[in-house]
T-cell receptor, first 113, second 113 residues
């Protein structure tokens, strides 16, 4: 089955540590996105990539980094510079065209302990 | 820039009641419009979409009509079920914004038996 897979589902991080969230898709989509969702709030765009080896900052990129070395993969690193990283992180992909929908993974819940 | 404004929640209805969730948008181009649904602890799933003015998207008894004159895309369902309890997001994708999606803040719907 084609889809988008995020791992792990739950992640705990100690303060001062970097952690990397995985996102893989087998939909052959060009565009991939990372969103952050806080309780009771909407989605905020962290980074997006429309093609391999290229990515752009979204609205809240500070304290995060990404890479896009393969079409299928778009990992997100939450660095120690992110002051409030506890949140639900959603990865999505799309064909990158205006009239096409985004496909979402199941999300990773990150908690700082 | 683009923006989406949704009716604030939470919304609580009895089973078989009529549902309306309002959504209005601002966009510089000619966007496509979407409704997504999110069940607890999961990612978003596409519920329906419309790609041009006067189009009606429909799925699982839900409907929404793209109204360019009022810049609206209200979600409706004639008879809700307990299983419809979820968070609903209105979104747009705009050619002038490189096809990225802009999301509303989400509306939480609870349906009671």
């Amino acid at each position: 089955d084609g889809g988008i897979t995020q791992s792990p589902k739950y992640l705990f991080r100690k303060e001062g540590q970097n952690v990397t969230l995985s996102c893989e898709q087998n939909l052959n989509h060009d565009a991939m996105y990372w969103y952050r969702q806080d309780p009771g709030q909407g989605l905020r765009l962290i980074y997006y990539s429309q093609i391999v080896n290229d990515f752009q900052k979204g609205d809240i990129a500070e304290g995060y980094s990404v890479s896009r070395e393969k079409k299928e993969s778009f990992p997100l690193t939450v660095t120690s510079a992110q002051k409030n990283p506890t949140a639900f992180y959603l990865c999505a992909s799309s064909r990158g065209q205006v009239n096409t929908e985004a496909f979402f993974g199941q999300g990773t819940r990150l908690t700082v302990v | 820039g683009d923006s989406v404004t949704q009716m604030e929640g939470p919304v609580t209805l009895s089973e078989e009641a009529f549902l309306t969730i309002n959504c209005t948008y601002t966009a510089t181009g000619y966007p496509s419009l979407f409704w997504y649904v999110q069940y607890p602890g999961e990612g978003l799933q596409l519920l329906l979409k419309a790609t041009k003015a006067d189009d009606k998207g429909s799925n699982k008894g839900f409907e929404a009509t793209y109204r360019k004159e009022t810049t609206s895309f209200h979600l409706e369902k004639g008879s809700v079920q307990v299983s419809d309890s979820a968070v609903y997001f209105c979104a747009l994708s705009d050619r002038d914004n490189a096809g990225k999606s802009t999301f509303g803040d989400g509306t939480t719907l609870t349906v009671k038996p």
